[in-house]
């Protein structure tokens, strides 16, 4: 039970890269971010290109300050 915590805390703590991350991933790592929002950020990222800051995904239609401030630490955009 201790080692699958352990698992779980590693996993929730690693950096997701938005550029890659498929919908799943962000929906379910990301605080604040469903399937919609989720579903938005790649659509996003087909039509304009990959991000080049973290802070870029505030121009996701619906994404905004509060949204991006709670996963600021965890948003990468390359490897």
């Not at 950096?15 to 790592?29: K, Q, W, Y």
């Not at 604040?32 to 995904?57: K, M, Q, T």
């Amino acid at each position: 039970m201790l080692l699958a915590v352990l698992i779980h805390t590693w996993v929730w703590a690693a950096p997701v890269n938005i550029n890659t991350a498929s919908r799943e991933r962000l929906d379910e790592e990301l605080s604040g971010i469903g399937s919609v929002l989720a579903d938005r950020i790649v659509r996003y990222r087909e039509a304009h290109g990959p991000f080049r800051s973290p802070d870029e995904i505030q121009n996701v239609p619906y994404i905004g300050v509060k949204t991006f401030e709670k996963n600021r630490q965890r948003i990468q955009v390359q490897d």
